[in-house]
Nanobody
């Protein structure tokens, strides 16, 4: 059974840092690009960062130079470090895997329509 489970969400003040983690199981983790999405009420789910199977990373312009995505293929986890957070970073953050291992992540990751599996989400709240 394929599972993605996020952890590490919480509340942080603007300018602070937070680390999210995603634990993956039930599939050949090293074969897929993996993506972090986020969603706020009333808005579309947007990709923020991704890592390809070859280790290359991509970021949305809104988080570039502030967020860092890091895979750990040995223990099948992926982390997202959020630095210098802003109130507009407040959202539910989701770990996601594309349906196909052939899908390469570019830009902010992959389109929502290409995602085959989602985690349950982790709330991040940034106060000003």
């Amino acid at each position: 059974q394929i599972r993605l489970m996020e952890s590490g969400g919480g509340s942080v003040q603007a300018g602070g840092s937070l680390i999210l983690s995603c634990a993956a199981s039930g599939f050949a983790y090293n074969d897929y690009c993996m993506v972090w999405f986020r969603q706020t009420p009333g808005k579309w789910r947007e990709g923020v960062a991704s890592v390809n199977a070859d280790g290359t990373t991509t970021y949305a312009d809104s988080v570039k130079d502030r967020f860092t995505i890091s895979p750990n293929n040995d223990n099948r986890t992926m982390s997202l470090r959020l630095n210098n957070v802003k109130p507009e970073d407040t959202a539910i953050y989701y770990c996601a895997r594309p349906t196909s291992s052939l899908r390469r992540c570019r830009g902010s990751g992959v389109p929502v329509s290409d995602v085959g599996f989602w985690g349950q989400g982790a709330q991040v709240t940034v106060s000003s």
